[in-house]
């Protein structure tokens, strides 16, 4: 499976940004995908997440200014980014966890992008 980002870029305090994360591949079932985020010198962080159902989890800091949405026909989940602030600044990180069947069940396993720079100017 292949996660390919794209959306990324230069926005001022206050602005807005719209990633996008298309997946790729084989992979049996996706039970979530999200978005994390590593500013630097800091640990990564989960900023969104999104299941197969439609159920959403967010950091508190992004609360009422990200929303993440799916289109799961095409495997793709975006973020909407608005009032941004420079502590957003980060790598963006779009992030899969699914199954895969074998023959004794279900091998769970989680995918990574390769990252997307969201650099916000005050």
């Known amino acids: 499976v292949q996660l390919v980002e794209s959306g990324g870029g230069l926005a001022q305090s206050g602005g807005s940004l719209r990633l996008s994360c298309v997946a790729s591949g084989y992979i049996d079932m996706i039970h979530s995908m999200g978005w994390y985020r590593q500013a630097p010198g800091k640990q990564r962080e989960l900023v969104a997440s999104i299941t197969s159902g439609g159920s959403t989890n967010y950091v508190d800091s992004v609360k009422g200014r990200f929303t993440i949405s799916r289109d799961n026909a095409e495997n793709t989940i975006y973020l909407q980014m608005n009032n941004l602030k420079s502590e957003d600044t980060a790598v963006y990180y779009c992030?899969?966890?699914?199954?895969?069947?074998?023959?004794?069940?279900?091998?769970?396993?989680?995918?990574w992008g390769k990252g997307t720079l969201v650099t916000v100017s005050s």
């Open positions: 992030h899969l966890e699914g199954g895969v069947a074998v023959i004794e069940g279900i091998n769970n396993v989680e995918h």
